[in-house]
């Protein structure tokens, strides 16, 4: 069941215990999957839930853990940086969003693999 692989050290993932750390607020001893060769950790969309769960219950979900970003330009296109904090979360260098408006915000939305 456990088929997940590090995509930079081609070694499965194990079962482990992480912390993170959402705008200066630590949640930890979180069920996670870890790269026994590079460290890398990340969650299973399971493990995601518990993590919101308990983010939420901090009260360090949502809006109130936003961080301001200014919306830039590279070539012709408006652009913005994610904040290094949500790599952990599952929005990494590489992770496939859909983007789209709903009101007045713009939303990420994680691509379901
Ligand atoms: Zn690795």
Known sequence: MLKLKC????VKYEQSKCTIEVVGFQLR???CLRCPECGDEIFTSEQMEVVEHKAREA?????KIGLERTISRSGRRPVISVPTEYEKL?????TKVRVY????KLVLKRSTT
């Open 7 to 10: 995509p930079y050290c081609k």
């Open 29 to 31: 001893g979180l069920d």
């Open 59 to 63: 009260g360090v979900w949502g809006t």
């Open 90 to 94: 599952g929005f990494k260098v590489g």
């Open 101 to 104: 408006v709903e009101g007045d």
